[in-house]
T-cell receptor, first 111, second 114 residues
């Protein structure tokens, strides 16, 4: 079947710290992978995506690399800011018909 | 271009009542999906509609139903509400074509069942 597993939260970091949020997946075929972010009181926004193995998605200083050999798509940022505080969701779609989301990882960045 | 619009933003109902939520997709997007978001379960897929037809369905009881109109607007209905139905209901639209499989989400409708 298809599923996404994210690291448990919540995660609390100091400003300018390095961020990693782990995401691994199980999927049939060759899925597209996504990271979405949800700020308080809002819906989900696409942060970045990768559509094939070894692709690197990047946006707003965040990066994630599609690793087929380890079925992973870990989210990283070199220096987090207070404004990055949000809930982050890893997701996949194996066939463009249905999306599967992880349970979300809450990040709080303190000054 | 306007984003995905969900109405109402907040709703309070009592057990046993029914509720209808509305979603207007981005212009040109013909696919609309609905999700239930709760703190313990994350996002759970309810169903997807494309060209007025339900294309996929998640593992929810028959009390949860939906429909899509010819202008791609969608409604979701929950009958005989239970306390456990309290959640944020998110709608997402997309263009279901190869290379355009990004979902765009609305801000959600927060339903509280008392």
């Amino acid at each position: 079947g298809n599923s996404v597993t994210q690291m448990e939260g919540p995660v609390t970091l100091s400003e300018e710290a390095f961020l990693t949020i782990n995401c691994t997946y199980t999927a049939t075929g060759y899925p597209s992978l996504f990271w979405y972010v949800q700020y308080p009181g809002e819906g989900l926004q696409l942060l970045l995506k990768a559509t094939k193995a070894d692709d690197k998605g990047s946006n707003k200083g965040f990066e994630a690399t599609y690793r087929k050999e380890t079925t992973s798509f870990h989210l990283e940022k070199g220096s987090v800011q207070v404004s990055d505080s949000a809930v982050y969701f890893c997701a996949l779609t194996p066939s463009s018909n249905q999306f599967y989301f992880g349970t979300g990882t809450s990040l709080t960045v303190i000054p | 271009k306007a984003g995905v619009t969900q109405t109402p933003r907040y709703l309070i109902k009592t057990r046993g009542q029914q509720v209808t939520l509305s979603c207007s997709p981005i212009s040109g997007h013909r696919s609309v999906s609905w999700y239930q978001q709760t703190p313990g379960q994350g996002l759970q897929f309810l169903f997807e509609y494309f060209s007025e037809t339900q294309r996929n369905k998640g593992n929810f009881p028959g009390r949860f139903s939906g429909r899509q109109f010819s202008n791609s607007r969608s409604e979701m209905n929950v009958s005989t509400l239970e306390l456990g139905d309290s959640a944020l209901y998110l709608c997402a639209s997309r263009i279901p074509e190869a290379g355009k499989n990004i979902q765009y989400f609305g801000a959600g409708t927060r339903l509280s069942v008392l």
